[in-house]
């Protein structure tokens, strides 16, 4: 059964008064193209106003001054691109970036967040390949990854990996990238969220079921968030939410441990429904942008406590 809460599904990870950017995580982001650019920049800029420690954009070489240029705290990293998208050879240098071509090598990121303006092109399609195999990493996948993911059927049919073969993978996706992923019309809630469950249970991967209210959906377990408003149906709220999760998902708490996919999944939509509220009492719902999401984050430890 759903579960509704009125507060934070848990408690955000305090910190030690020793801790150091490591401790809260290597974040790298993956996207953007021409005329995308925003996409990316929400989602990074996000990671960094939900607390990680170090935020790294990997984007086409055609587009990084632009990503660059949003904030001066992001470092940016240059990949093939081929008119503005990624190139064929981007998965290949993404995958250097990370520490190598095995599945299972040593990653110089603890987290990565793939998917926000990157099309669908063929350089995007190797770089989502090459992510969802990389199982000793947490990821998240929204946005183009999804549409990538569902165009070549990769979670479904007998050929599908298993969980063992995944690792912890995070799901973003919208009502219409949902459809694509699972075949279930964007106009059927209910059917959507059974359908995510049953890819969930299959897969141990965690979904994120965006709409009014978000459900997560984790392997035999549902959780419904009791945060955000209408005025949060607007370009580019999702990347926001992308790069909160993966900010999640890199950070220590005080016993060492990282957060898990459903812990930052769940923790993660409460907070960027809270923020969300923040700017609709500040802007209106009618007058809301993504970047209003993203400034109600700035009022910290004061979102995170009973609405």
Same mark, same amino acid.
């Given at each position: ?18 801790? *150091?950017?490591? #401790?809260?995580?290597? =974040? ?18 996000? $990671? ?14 055609? =587009? ?17 691109? *081929? ?21 299972? $090598?040593?990653?110089?990121? #603890?987290?990565?967040? =793939?998917?926000?303006?990157? +099309? ?7 770089? %989502? ?30 050929? &599908? ?12 996706? *919208? ?19 059974? &359908? ?17 209210? +978000? %459900?997560?959906?984790? #392997? ?21 939410? +992308? ?34 509220? %923040? ?29």
């Amino acid at each position: 059964m759903s579960e509704l809460r009125t507060g934070p599904p848990i408690d955000l990870p305090p910190r030690r008064p020793d801790a *150091h950017k490591g #401790d809260f995580g290597r =974040c790298l982001l993956v996207g953007g193209s021409r005329g995308m650019a925003g996409s990316i920049a929400l989602s990074s800029i996000a $990671a960094l106003r939900m607390g990680a420690g170090l935020v790294t954009v990997a984007v086409p070489d055609a =587009c990084l001054e632009t990503v660059a240029a949003f904030h001066p705290c992001l470092m940016t990293v240059p990949l093939s691109d *081929h008119q503005g998208v990624f190139g064929d050879a981007a998965a290949t240098e993404l995958i250097e970036r990370l520490g190598g071509g095995s599945s299972t $090598a040593e990653n110089r990121f #603890d987290v990565v967040a =793939c998917g926000p303006g990157m +099309t669908t092109a063929a350089g995007s399609v190797r770089i %989502v390949d090459r992510l969802l195999r990389r199982r000793s990493l947490p990821r998240v996948f929204d946005a183009d990854a999804i549409n990538v993911i569902a165009g070549q059927g990769w979670l479904g049919g007998d050929d &599908a990996p298993s969980r063992e073969e995944l690792g912890p993978v995070v799901l973003t996706p *919208h009502p219409g990238e949902l459809q694509r992923l699972t075949g279930v019309p964007a106009s059927d809630r209910g059917a959507q969220i059974e &359908a995510a469950s049953e890819l969930s249970r299959r897969t141990g991967i965690v979904i994120v079921v965006k709409g009014g209210p +978000t %459900v997560v959906v984790g #392997d035999h377990q549902r959780w419904t968030n009791t945060t955000g408003n209408p005025g949060m149906a607007t370009a580019g709220s999702g990347d926001v939410l +992308t790069g909160i999760v993966a900010s999640l998902l890199g950070q220590k708490g005080e016993d060492g441990n990282r957060m898990s996919p459903w812990d930052a999944a769940r923790l993660g939509v409460y907070l960027h429904g809270r923020a969300g509220d %923040v700017a609709a009492d500040r802007c209106g719902q009618a007058f809301m942008l993504a970047s209003d999401v993203l400034e109600g984050l700035r009022f910290g430890e004061s979102i995170v406590g009973q609405q």
